[in-house]
């Protein structure tokens, strides 16, 4: 006799109803808005504007700005220079003109910010290493702290990570506005951040889950939260409900904690695989955010137009995962992103700007952001229950030191090679996710025994997703035989 899965039990119950779509609003649209909105604000706060040395005496010159540039700013190729200014700026032979480094501080263009942190703090030529210290810095501090957020979700519940992910939020936002000028606290607050977005997102895919409850020993609340589900969808808990979380309890046998990962060879290398394909989307999403600012249109749009295209991208994800499996939805993402990132890099190398450029980075945005729903869906699925929050935090977490190049790869002088190096990155990891198995129709690992054989018979080259024989039926034949 083979007990059902819980899969089944959420069927009888009611998987899509009231009580879902009520979570789903809160915690997997209100919450996750909050979240990337408060995460991608930082970044658009540390755009370096527009630069060049004040030199003082336009105004009793009566000369445009253009007209004082040209007389006080060499030029280095066809822009004006941002850390040098003229020595004398009356002097008639311009050619004696001696260059020297901004004595008086700098002016910055205002068209798009009136005022960003590097601008504030004059983080600009001698000192300009300082936003790359500041990006990297906050990333790895925030890699520890991201491990601790995770153990708090897999040892105390999801609704505590929640509510402490959102005080970090408040918390650093606040302390980002009052410490510009203390840089370590300043780099201490963005890591909140860098620590509390990941787990954030995660947290939210099972903020009230039944299984984590029979996981954690608790059947009986387990049980009692399944009543509630099936009252508020007008569903019917199923008889064999209490043999599934008894099943689901013997997990918490397994519970090693960060040593699970290591517990086999096929829960090891999937979660290698998944910290890649989170990696390269973190590295794409931002990066395609910093660069907003140099390609000629408004950031405010282009942000705002990279973050509106994701909600169809989790549409049609939805869609392909269902239709196609996860696997080569997975595939198709990242192997698309990185076409349009090469795309990008080859039109910046014809001169393309404006429009077209942003353009092409909002598909980019697209496919990455499909590359992102995969992966949360696929670590959902290929990790026991007893393991998930772990895992999700152990991928962001090392999505995390990866993000730490962010800085090196978005703030390159030569604006071809941040995409091109993008595009490399999503062909990678089309490669690598490949590898993953195909969660669809398939019955998901209870147990550390079960993770470390799924989807080992499943082969390299199949299509569309398959469920096991007897799957479909093992709930009737449960039932018959009590």
């Known amino acids: 006799m083979v007990v059902p899965a819980f899969e089944e039990v959420l069927d009888s119950i009611g998987s899509r109803g009231k009580f879902q779509t009520r979570l789903n609003i809160v915690f997997n649209f209100i919450g996750p ?17 527009d630069h060049w040395c004040h030199v003082p005496g336009r105004k009793s010159a009566n000369m445009s700005l253009e007209e004082w540039k ?17 020595n004398q700026s009356d002097d008639v032979d311009w050619s004696k003109k001696e260059r020297v480094q901004c004595q008086h501080g700098w002016d910055y263009d ?27 810095y906050a990333q790895n501090f925030g890699v520890a702290l991201g491990l601790l957020f995770g153990y708090i979700g897999d040892m105390y519940g999801r609704r505590p990570q929640q509510f402490l992910c959102m005080a970090a939020h ?66 019917e808990v199923p008889s064999f ?15 090693k904690g960060f040593l699970s990962l290591f517990s086999s060879w096929n829960v090891f290398k999937n979660t290698v695989l998944l910290i890649i394909a989170r990696s390269t989307h973190l590295l794409t999403l931002h990066s395609l955010v910093m660069m907003a600012g140099g390609v000629g249109v ?7 137009a990279q973050g509106a295209i994701q909600l169809p991208a989790y549409c049609v994800v ?22 349009t990132s090469a795309a990008v890099s080859c039109m910046l190398a014809a001169n393309f700007s ?17 590359t992102n729903g995969m992966a949360n869906l696929q670590s959902v699925e290929v990790h026991p229950t007893c393991l998930r929050q772990i895992a999700a935090c152990v991928e962001w977490t090392g999505a995390g030191v990866v993000m730490s190049a962010l800085p090196y790869v978005a703030l390159m002088s030569d604006r071809r090679m941040p995409c091109a190096i993008l595009g490399a990155l999503n062909l990678g990891t089309a490669f690598a996710v490949s590898f993953l198995p195909e969660s669809a129709l398939q019955r998901l690992p209870e147990t550390l025994q079960d993770a470390a054989v799924f989807g080992k018979d499943q082969k390299y080259w199949s299509w569309k997703p398959k469920p096991p024989p007897g799957y479909v039926t093992r709930k009737t034949k449960f039932e018959s035989s009590i």
């Not at 408004?298 to 705002?304: E, R, S, Y």
């Not at 869609?319 to 992103?337: C, H, I, K, N, P």
């Not at 404006?354 to 499909?370: E, K, N, S, Y």
Request: aromatic content about 8%.
């Open 170 to 235: 408040v918390i650093s936002r606040l302390l980002l506005v009052l410490t510009p000028d203390v840089l370590l606290l300043f780099i201490l607050a963005e890591s909140l951040i860098s620590a509390a977005a990941g787990p954030m997102i995660e947290s939210a895919l099972a903020v009230e889950s039944p299984r984590w409850l029979a996981c954690k020993g608790r059947e009986e609340d387990a049980l009692k939260l399944l009543r509630r589900i099936a009252i508020t969808n007008g569903g």
């Open 354 to 370: 404006g429009l077209a450029i942003t353009m092409m980075m909002v598909i980019t945005q697209f496919f990455t952001t499909g």
């Open 33 to 49: 808005c909050v979240n990337l909105i408060s995460v991608n604000v930082f970044y658009l706060a540390m755009q370096t504007p």
């Open 298 to 304: 408004n950031p405010f749009l282009a942000v705002a």
């Open 241 to 255: 409900a209490p043999q599934v979380m008894r099943t689901v309890a013997k997990a918490q046998r397994d519970r």
């Open 110 to 136: 205002d068209t798009w910010f009136s005022l960003t942190v590097p601008s504030q703090m004059n983080w600009v030529c001698d000192s300009k290493h300082v936003t790359n210290d500041v990006l990297f």
């Open 318 to 339: 939805h869609y392909t995962a269902a239709r196609f499996g996860r696997r080569w939805s997975a595939v198709g993402s990242a192997l698309l992103a990185g076409i």
């Open 70 to 86: 040209n007389l006080t700013i060499p030029k280095e190729g066809d822009s004006f220079s941002k850390c040098l200014m003229y």
